[in-house]
């Protein structure tokens, strides 16, 4: 029976070409990319999925067991030798309660579901081979989709080639031979010293088999729980020379970088001038307030996260907007068609409506110059951050033009000296500087008039600009919204966040490795390595 209702994305006509899927997307104005090169440039070799430093040396290990263990040294058998061993370790950590090892949510559903052993090959690969369902989707695991690349930047690892020059296909783990600090040689052979060899051989025998019981998990749970790391046989002091050593140990350069060494030591004086490192947004802001300034210091890494927290109060600030403006639609019409010029005109006036009713202004044409004047700018932009998260709609949206005023009042004395440091590291292309070295011409603007076009110009066809260059051409779109005839509609929305810059993942670390204790307060071994490693 025929339908009077045409289906999401459905088509009742000829289309010569596939239909457009929507897909979630991030980022969806573009603005998050120059904090991710920052932050990437700042701390090389770690991300925010490597949330326990043993992991390092566990996989190290188990990429020099792989030839041992395995006759077959193909891409395909490694790929699955190593899905395995993640398994395992998933099921370890669930076993233990053991948080932060990727893959644990399958585990503890699979180990809630069972009285003896695991199917080790079930919960790794479906009966066609795919993996979808499975503790983890990326074909190559976690290790593929997360690892492979921190691996190789901080010099873990190596991808033999044949006689022509071509990748083999089987990863190995870096050999002490190439002169580095630590090599990945180094921590497999610490991480073995650690493992008993009964434990070992079980670990490997499950692997073969397929599968892992109950009393298997328990007898190895103390050698490969990747939380403690073991300060015997030497593994925790490779780890911390690891974390420490130059950048990019294998990457030949003019310029060796210290970056990750100098901003761990940052954090430590920082957890020591505060007290406690509970949030890896306090260092960023802290040091954001300050300018790239601490305890007298500056340098190039502090100048670098003052730079990562600018744009990432840009870029939640536009996304902020960007997110109001939508539910604002949706509150007006639903999913529903909604004028264009009408939604401008509108959506200005209730922001401004907003602003009047917190004060900030009494009329909407002062012009932004005079309104840069006022007392309105005394807040501070983390709780202008906090105003934003807590609020909807047009109160959001409000908050997000004053940060980003703010934003302008605050740095555009250090604009150029900015511009010049992410001209020498290639970052930040398309970032606040970009804007913000323009804002002179909107400054004679009445306040109405300069949110008019912020909107205009800024979100809603920013927005269009960044949807249509990641879709390519692919049929696949992050378009949030769909412009028709002068019309607007949302189809989806996305709310404003700061980047994570793996500060998070480096709390985790020091805890692991002792330089931390479990209230994240500095330890003895965390002053010692400050006084030590001095910047």
């Known amino acids: ?82 899905r395995r061993a993640e398994y395992i370790i998933a099921l370890i950590a669930s076993h233990n309660k053991i948080a932060a090892i990727s893959g644990i949510a399958y585990a503890e559903k699979v180990l809630n579901e069972t009285k003896n052993k695991i199917d080790l090959q079930t919960g790794t690969y479906n009966e066609d081979g795919s993996t979808t369902n499975t503790y983890w989707q990326y074909s190559f695991g976690v290790f593929g989709q997360y690892y492979l690349g921190s691996l190789r930047q901080i010099g873990l690892l190596e991808e033999p080639i044949n006689e022509k020059g071509e990748f083999i296909g089987v990863y190995k783990q870096s050999s002490k031979s190439l002169g580095i600090k630590v090599s990945g040689d180094d921590l497999a052979t ?64 003019e310029l060796l970088l210290e970056m990750r060494k100098k901003t761990l030591l940052y954090l430590l004086s920082f957890t020591k001038l505060k007290g406690a490192l509970n949030n890896q947004y306090d260092f960023t802001s802290y040091i954001y307030q300050n300018k790239g300034v601490l305890d007298k210091k500056i340098d190039d890494c502090l100048t ?49 409506e907003n602003l009047i009713q917190e004060k900030f202004i009494v009329t909407d044409q002062i012009t932004v110059t005079e309104f840069l004047k006022t007392d309105v700018f005394n807040i501070d932009e983390v709780d202008l ?38 001209s020498k590291y290639d970052i930040g292309n398309d970032d606040v500087l970009s804007y913000y070295t323009k804002f002179h011409k909107y400054k004679e603007l009445t306040l109405s008039d300069f949110i008019l076009q912020f909107i205009h110009t800024r979100i809603i066809y920013r927005h269009q600009f960044v949807a249509y260059r990641k879709m390519g051409t692919s049929n696949q779109s992050t378009h949030k919204f769909m412009i028709e005839e002068s019309n607007i509609r949302v189809i989806g929305n996305f709310d404003p966040f700061f980047t994570s810059p793996r500060i998070r993942s480096v709390i985790n670390y020091f805890q692991d490795l002792g330089l931390l204790n479990e209230k994240n307060q500095l330890s003895n071994d965390g002053q010692n390595l400050i006084k030590t490693l001095k910047i």
Request: net charge neutral; proline share 3%; hydrophobic share 40%.
């Open 385 to 422: 951050y906090k105003e934003i998260i807590k609020s909807k709609i047009e109160r959001r949206m409000a908050f997000g033009i004053i940060l980003i005023l703010k934003l302008f009042i605050r740095n555009y004395e250090n604009i150029n000296e900015l511009q010049l440091y992410t």
């Open 1 to 82: 029976m025929a339908t009077n209702v045409i289906d999401n994305n459905e088509a009742r006509v000829p289309f010569f070409g596939d239909r457009v899927s929507f897909i979630t997307g991030l980022d969806p104005l573009g603005l998050q990319n120059p904090s991710i090169q920052a932050y990437s440039l700042l701390l090389p070799g770690l991300n925010n999925v490597t949330t326990r430093i043993r992991s390092y040396s566990f996989y190290c290990w188990l990429l020099s067991e792989y030839p041992k263990q395995n006759k077959q040294l193909e891409g395909k058998e490694q790929k699955k030798f190593i």
């Open 190 to 253: 610490a991480f073995d010293k650690n493992v008993e060899i009964e434990n070992k051989m079980l670990f490997f025998d499950c692997i073969k088999k397929g599968s892992i019981s109950l009393q298997n998990l328990e007898q190895l749970s103390n050698d490969f729980n990747l939380k403690e790391v073991k300060k015997t046989n030497f593994e925790n002091q490779l780890l911390l020379d690891l974390l420490f050593d130059i950048d990019e140990p294998l990457i030949q350069k």
């Open 304 to 352: 670098g996260w003052y730079y990562y927290q600018l744009n990432d109060y840009w870029q939640l600030a536009c996304t902020a907007i960007f997110n109001g403006s939508l539910d604002f639609i949706l509150k007006q019409n639903g999913y529903g068609w909604m004028n264009l010029n009408s939604f401008f005109e509108t959506c200005k006036q209730v922001i401004v």
